[in-house]
């Protein structure tokens, strides 16, 4: 499996957002477009969640006294 790039995914949802702007007339590809759309925004939220965590971790990390 591919390692998931944040920037490549936003860049695809705004390309599909454009398309949507121009109505599209196929229903199969409106479907298709949304279904890629609600997969890419689920692995971008959990991306921002963990990368999040990661940060917040490495805070606390600082915050401990030296031994």
Do not use: G, W
């Not at 591919?2 to 995914?9: G, I, N």
């Not at 936003?10 to 702007?21: D, V």
């Not at 590809?29 to 990661?54: G, M, R």
């Amino acid at each position: 499996m591919a390692k998931f790039k944040y920037d490549e995914a936003l860049a695809r949802l705004q390309e599909i957002s454009q398309i949507l702007e121009n109505e599209v007339e196929d229903i199969n590809k409106l479907s298709d477009l949304i279904k890629e759309s609600a997969k890419l925004v689920k692995q971008c939220k959990k991306h921002l969640n963990d990368t999040s965590a990661e940060i917040e971790n490495t805070l606390d990390n600082l915050e401990e006294p030296l031994a």
